[in-house]
């Protein structure tokens, strides 16, 4: 089956890879910050086209069925907008605590970085 005389070699080198890996810090890597801020990008950009199109929609449907061709499609596409940017603003405040941490983090290391390296 086993040989035993591996055993205790294969526990010691567990337990070596155990100590490695607490040891090392979990980082972000740059790519991985630099996509989480495309994504958001891309949400608050998702969130003013879908504002803009559902006001546009809603404005010349009525339009439509009322008779009232471009006054209630240009009220309801500025309403869309305002939507839209209103939709951003609240994702902007929402993410914003985690980026100011995350930045205080940040700077927390690099001092600690400075101090160490002066000493």
Known sequence: MSDPKTKPT???LDAK??????GQKEE??????????AN???RMVTEMVAGLGIGFGIGYGLDTVLGTKPFLMLIFT????????NVMLRTAKETQPG????KAAAEQADKAAKDTSAD
């Open 10 to 12: 294969l526990e010691g």
């Open 99 to 102: 980026q100011e941490a995350a």
């Open 78 to 85: 500025l309403a869309g907008i305002a939507a839209g940017i």
């Open 17 to 22: 890879l155990a100590a490695f890996k607490s």
């Open 40 to 42: 958001l990008a891309w």
């Open 28 to 37: 972000k890597a740059h790519q991985e910050e630099h996509y989480s801020q």
